[in-house]
């Protein structure tokens, strides 16, 4: 009985962990230092059938190194494309953190707030833009605790928010 219990509560952690509601026990305590890898796969976060279509790092000008990495996956079985955002700074650390994507909603799908490890996933199906084919938007974000913003790298600087199209 004890170890079903026990089962049970590791489930219980992993399910509620992998939906960047709380952290894992080692690191609810403390905060994690800026190094620690994350956990969290984007594969395992968008599901079975999606692959990376593009990647990109969240950036800040004067600051070589990103903060997170943005995934752009795609699954041709359901011509949806999925967007998260996964930190690679601050991991652990409570941060404002966006994924966004846009390709057949009339509005950008977005997941933003002040996350742990990683935002969305995000998803929405292949929009038809005439001359340039089937395409979606998307976008990412990540202010540091210092109140420092960072963007994905090819962060469109009128609209920021960039387009991908299938090739």
Request: aromatic share 12%.
């Amino acid at each position: 009985m004890k170890r079903k219990f026990g089962l049970l509560a590791v489930f219980v952690s992993l399910t509620l962990a992998m939906a960047g509601l709380v952290a894992p026990a080692a690191q609810a305590a403390t905060a994690a230092p800026a190094a620690t890898v994350n956990p969290f796969d984007p594969h395992a976060l968008c599901g079975l059938g999606y692959g990376v279509a593009k990647q990109e790092g969240v950036v800040r000008f004067g600051d070589p190194v990103p903060v997170a990495k943005f995934y752009l996956m795609y699954n041709p079985f359901v011509d949806t494309f999925c967007g998260v955002t996964v930190k690679t700074r601050y991991v652990g650390i409570s941060t404002d953190t966006m994924a966004a994507v846009r390709g057949a909603s009339p509005n950008m799908v977005i997941n933003t707030g002040p996350r742990l490890y990683f935002a969305g996933p995000v998803f929405d199906r292949t929009g038809d833009y005439g001359s340039l084919g089937r395409c979606v938007q998307y976008g990412a974000s990540l202010t540091d605790p210092q109140g420092n913003a960072y963007y994905h790298e090819t962060a469109n600087p009128a609209i920021g928010w960039s387009l991908y199209c299938r090739p």
